[in-house]
């Protein structure tokens, strides 16, 4: 009996090789799904268009995108999980859904790490610490030094509790050794706006979002929060270099990936189209208007991303005793 199981287990095992590999070659054979958490019109939403159309370009198959709004992006994802392990529904999951809700919040409906298999990450984007142009404060080391001296009730907007420009605000205070208020908004705009007025003393926000306002006079920038330099504002230093932390960084970014258990060989085909189209001029200059710069890695490297981000944020957390609160 021995003897006749091993050639049908070796049979059966060639076959469902022959069977995956048969999928991925003809991967796509229909239409791709790209469920984004977020409304039209956003960062999430123009990068996930960007780079399906021209997957739909190259494959010959329609690439949709899909929004699915509420509960900070969570119900997409959630969705993205319990969908088949084929590779036509794939997820564009932003650092917050990524790395910060696992920490955040209690029973999230998905686990980032064992329910998805990760793609590539498409792109970072990145923040700039911002105060009102009328504020008397001039650089970082005077916004911290203010800070430690208590002489004045700092505080920051956000766009809500557990956002990066929340937590970024949080390891700045940290790192620089001083308390400063948290007032959240509803959104980017009014937050930006009380900024703009003086009635809060400063802001993490989006490049893209806040340069109009600072090529207008209206906000005055103090650091990027990126390892390196803004190609866009090159003169302003990183806040690493501005408040003298060495390896302060707080950056967005945005992953697409797919329910877990898709075939190793879909993958590595999404991969190598994906990181293609991150590399053609025009997909660079279409991310570049948004303050996005395309990444295109590894599927383990996108693991070990998320790894390092779950727990740095999981410690800034803990630290600041950030909690959602219904």
Same mark, same amino acid.
């Given at each position: ?43 999430? %939403? ?25 509960? $900070? ?12 392990? *084929? ?27 064992? *329910? ?17 142009? $009328? ?43 001083? $308390? ?13 706006? %009380? ?24 906000? !005055? ?8 330099? +803004? ?20 950056? +967005? #970014? ?9 075939? %190793? ?10 990181? !293609? ?11 570049? +208007? $948004? ?17 390092? %981000?779950?727990? !740095? #944020? ?13």
């Amino acid at each position: 009996m021995t003897s006749l199981k091993a050639p049908l287990l070796v049979a059966a095992a060639s076959l469902a090789f022959t069977a995956l590999a048969s999928d991925a070659a003809e991967y796509p054979a229909r239409p791709i799904r790209i469920i984004v958490g977020f409304a039209a019109g956003g960062a999430p %939403d123009t990068l996930a268009r960007v780079v399906g159309d021209k997957l739909a370009q190259d494959w010959g198959q329609p690439v949709v995108v899909e929004n699915r709004t509420g509960a $900070q992006g969570d119900l997409a994802m959630a969705a993205v999980a319990r969908a088949p392990a *084929d590779g036509y529904t794939l997820a564009l999951m932003p650092v917050g859904n990524a790395a910060v809700n696992p920490s955040l919040i209690p029973n999230l409906p998905y686990d980032p790490v064992k *329910d998805f298999a990760p793609i590539t990450q498409l792109a970072t984007v990145e923040n700039v610490l911002v105060i009102s142009a $009328q504020s008397p404060i001039r650089t970082l080391k005077e916004l911290i030094a203010l800070g430690r001296s208590k002489a004045a009730n700092l505080s920051y907007a956000t766009p809500g509790a557990g956002s990066i420009a929340h937590l970024a605000a949080e390891l700045l205070a940290r790192a620089g050794g001083f $308390q400063v208020n948290h007032i959240p908004y509803r959104g980017v705009t009014p937050a930006l706006t %009380d900024v703009v007025r003086g009635e809060v003393t400063m802001m993490f926000a989006q490049l893209s979002t806040a340069k109009p306002l600072i090529d207008a006079g209206q906000l !005055r920038a103090l650091g990027i929060a990126s390892k390196a330099r +803004s190609a866009v504002l090159p003169d302003l230093p990183t806040i690493a270099e501005a408040g003298e932390m060495p390896g302060f960084e707080a950056e +967005s #970014w945005y992953a697409l990936m797919a329910p877990a258990q898709t075939p %190793d060989a879909v993958i590595r085909k999404l991969n190598a189209g994906v990181v !293609r189209v991150l590399n053609l001029p025009e997909v660079k200059t279409a991310l570049a +208007s $948004q303050g996005a710069k395309p990444v295109g890695n590894a599927p383990p490297e996108l693991a070990a991303v998320i790894a390092a %981000d779950t727990a !740095r #944020w999981a410690k800034v957390i803990k630290d600041a005793k950030i909690e959602l609160r219904p």
